[in-house]
């Protein structure tokens, strides 16, 4: 498929006539082939337009027909072939069996979301039959189901070109739930994003739904995004990257004259807490694997675990040491984009040139463009509670070890932490107490506790939590991972004294789909 | 039991230093003893770390002793007797009979809430069981379950002195979520709120709970609200009441350095659609239960029907002549307070004043103070959608019938409606078609749909819906109104290969208690 460099409006492929963008092959520096023009504010009123003409249908296609689109959303980017995984490895620098084990990610999160949508519990039914005979007043018959929010905003980010962007996470709740998508690309991966974009267009066409489901726009700047966002069509909007281009957001979607919920996933350093018996017993160990998850992706992970926290003596040295010798044999990585290895030697330059740290070790100098050296740097709790610098997360594969003198300012320095998306705990049984002290803290933080494991990885499924208070993200009651994210993009309807022939099937005294439903307070299948 | 006047912040009673408030009686405009000196910062201070003390230790509560809670709570407000509905009706000048009616209503509430907390849905539980044989790579285990949010401020709201006010709909579900709960009082009915504030304060005591689960303050202005609103320790808030008002509220809450939901109810007119086979079959008596409508609780309910639409002619004449009767017949009634009154008084002004209205019916005249006369004016569709004047919410016994030339221009009119919590249609068998082409305009645009009933009176209920898209609420996602309400407060915690020693009960392989639980995608009970 030859790559045109076009705006993907509807079922249209129309040549942007703003600032083109140019995906840049971060390994090399050789800038990619086609530019992309960007979209205008006539573009987005086009997308929009579309969108908004196609909700009301699209949100009522049966429960089959929409699982089925998400499925053949996934075959078509499967069908994509090599030429999809070798255009993203060229646009992200990211290893071919990453992107592979991403798009699979991807295809799988598509279906899981058709799974979701055909078992119906997103309805989440409700119905409370009428009492005509109840005392002093009689009970009408009311009926709950959700519907769909409207045609939805998504930003693709730039550290998944796949799972996290055209046809990520994001996109599959939305489309789930029955909103039209508008995808505002990434300008990182346009080539990658056009191939998803058209395979989700094609899809669109073969499931013969209203060609407004799907748009696909570019553009440099924020004047695309800031539009989409404050179109009175759009009624939601997912958003993961930077916090300040999140915030921004946010704050526009906050302004509109009806505001609107904007998800979006900022900043979370995901601390990591060393417990006594656990770093008594395998400090080293722990050194090694720890520096083995902080380098994962060029540490270019939203669940980066960017501090390490542990009170001070031998058994935490020896995971210092241990770390610090695998960080400084770290072969030096290729970053996404020369904005992020810019960002992130500018992060890690205030740590290095901060008095209250102490380098542990750097990794290797890298030949090419956009390589970052892996970093672990040491400070004291005092110092770090004292440092908005030394708290604010640093995009890349760089930590923090903060030495605590004890359990209690461990505690303290939990306490203090901003909302993240992930806490971990490495503890053996000894440590139990321990980590119970901590638990309600680390719920209080974190829309995801690990024991044992690393942040890094992020499981698509039931029970994933991908999260956080703010300003891990805009909104700790959702998650952006996993089958739950659907609720995002829905609202429930109460229908009272409705006829039967108007009522939504989900609705229908007969239960014609099978629906789990809440009957008079009791689940009945 | 005396009224002290006092703020009462966790077990104790203490006396406000700002300017006092004091009641008034609407129908006699007699001052009621006792005065309410405000609260300071300091106290809103004391009030706040109390809830955050409490927070840990409450949202942890098992089902049954939060349950138990709520219960007791339902136990102490009715064994105050006859002094609540005195006292209630002395500050509202709403009938003894409401009162009565809504202290049932308030305390059901509680119990329905009880009986939520105990059948454990909320909590929401996914089980993804550990897979670590799964090819190219395992899977951990991950459970998921809600968890509070944390201290929560209700502001109490002038319609429901006892519902929808210090241990109302708000306060309930935070309970019931976990969540500690600071009320600031209406300042309409001080003594009301003192009185159940009490009630709340012996429950907490009788089940031997953290006192700081609840403070009651009282303020004038805005003071106590905002700094409540502003603390960083309160993580949610509810309010009911003006859209100015409300919207205020809101901007501090999202203007905070960690934003946090602000449930506001705010603004709804509640369309009422007369289709044309009913309201030819019936619009005499349309209009008599119309009237009905409009003039329960004086018009002061969220819900009240401002707004009629209906294709003009002969049957929509015989249901404006029959309404207007009607309204013509009816009494004056005393307004919740002077306040509302003088609001009421203005806004029926501006439309009568408006050259593109005319008055159909004035109610009479009362003899005593704050009584309101019951209105009913007419426009054409025309002038209705080109003057802002005629959409906004008077919020009393007032309606507008808007007469539409015929269906696509209603059409037209329901499109541009702002969000609302209900809309309802008057229909006969033979409007099935026009009531279907209507139905996903109402479903984009209110929380409720009603068919041949009229929008006052809400249910508690598991599938009932008090909310809509804004600016009826500030967040069309959730409910003020039945069991659904308790999902505003709680978020999704992952926890990932935790221990089961380290599990909350509701996580632990052994489900000790009793949970419906979605273990691999399957209901598990």
Redesign the interface.
């Known amino acids: 498929m030859t790559l045109e460099g076009k705006l993907l409006i509807g079922q249209q492929a129309i040549e942007g006539s703003r600032a083109a963008i140019q995906a840049i092959n971060p390994a090399t520096g050789e800038r990619l082939e086609p530019g992309y023009p960007g979209g205008t504010q006539d573009d987005v009123e086009r997308a929009c337009e579309l969108a908004w003409t196609a909700f009301?249908t699209y949100r009522?296609t049966s429960l089959e027909a929409r699982a089925g689109f998400l499925e053949a959303v996934a075959d078509e980017i499967e069908a994509i072939g090599d030429a999809l995984i070798e255009r993203a490895v060229a646009e992200t620098g990211l290893p071919r069996a990453r992107i592979q084990?991403e798009r699979g990610r991807t295809c799988g999160q598509l279906r899981l979301f058709a799974?979701t949508v055909r078992?119906g519990?997103w309805l989440?039914v409700?119905?409370?039959p009428a009492l005509p005979d109840r005392q002093?007043?009689p009970?009408?018959d009311?009926?709950?189901r959700h519907?769909a929010?409207?045609p939805v905003v998504v930003f693709g980010a730039s550290n998944f070109p796949l799972a996290f962007s055209v046809a990520g996470g994001d996109t599959a709740s939305a489309l789930a739930a029955g909103c039209p998508v508008i995808v505002k690309a990434h300008s990182a991966h346009p080539g990658t994003s056009e191939l998803v974009g058209r395979a989700i267009q094609a899809a669109v066409k073969k499931c013969d739904l209203p060609e407004g489901v799907f748009s696909l726009l570019f553009g440099s700047g924020r004047e695309v995004g800031q539009a989409l966002v404050t179109d009175p069509r759009i009624k939601a909007a997912g958003f993961t990257g930077s916090r300040s281009g999140g915030l921004a957001l946010w704050q526009a979607a906050?302004s509109r004259p009806?505001?609107i919920?904007f998800y979006a996933e900022m900043s979370s350093i995901n601390p990591v807490f060393l417990l006594p018996a656990a770093l008594e017993a395998r400090g080293k160990a722990l050194g090694e694997a720890f520096a083995g998850s902080l380098n994962m992706g060029a540490g270019q992970f939203c669940t980066n675990p960017g501090l390490v926290l542990a009170i001070k003596g031998p058994a935490l040295d020896d995971f210092v040491a241990a770390a610090g010798e695998a960080v400084a044999a770290s072969a030096a990585q290729t970053m996404l984009t020369p904005g992020i290895f810019e960002a992130y030697e500018s992060g890690v330059a205030a740590l290095a040139d901060s008095d209250r740290v102490r380098e542990i070790a750097r990794g290797q100098k890298g030949e090419g463009p956009n390589q970052c050296r892996t970093g672990l740097f040491a400070t004291s709790a005092e110092d770090f509670l004292a440092s908005e610098t030394l708290q604010a997360e640093v995009f890349g594969p760089t930590s923090l070890v903060v030495e605590c003198s004890d359990a209690a300012e461990l505690a303290r320095v939990a306490e203090h932490l901003e909302?993240q998306l992930t806490a971990t705990l490495q503890m053996d049984d000894a440590d139990?107490d321990a980590?119970?002290a901590l638990?309600?803290t680390l719920?209080?933080k974190?829309?995801?506790?690990?024991?044992?494991?690393w942040p890094t990885?992020v499981?698509v499924?039931?029970?994933?939590?991908h999260?956080g208070?703010?300003?891990a993200t805009?909104?700790?009651?959702?998650?952006s991972v996993g089958t739950?994210a659907i609720?995002r993009f829905?609202?429930?309807?109460?229908?009272?004294?409705?006829?039967d022939?108007?009522l939504p099937d989900a609705l229908k005294a007969h239960n014609p789909q099978g629906l789990?439903r809440?009957v008079d307070?009791r689940?009945e299948?």
């Open positions: 009301d009522e084990g799974r078992a519990e989440d409700r119905v409370d002093p007043l009970r009408a009311l009926r709950q519907v929010l409207g906050q009806e505001p919920p909302g139990l980590a119970r638990l309600p719920e209080r974190a829309g995801r506790i690990l024991v044992n494991g990885g499981e499924c039931d029970a994933m939590v999260g208070p703010f300003p805009s909104d700790s009651r959702t998650t739950a609720f829905l609202r429930p309807v109460c229908y009272q004294d409705m006829p022939a108007l789990d809440l307070g689940r299948g």
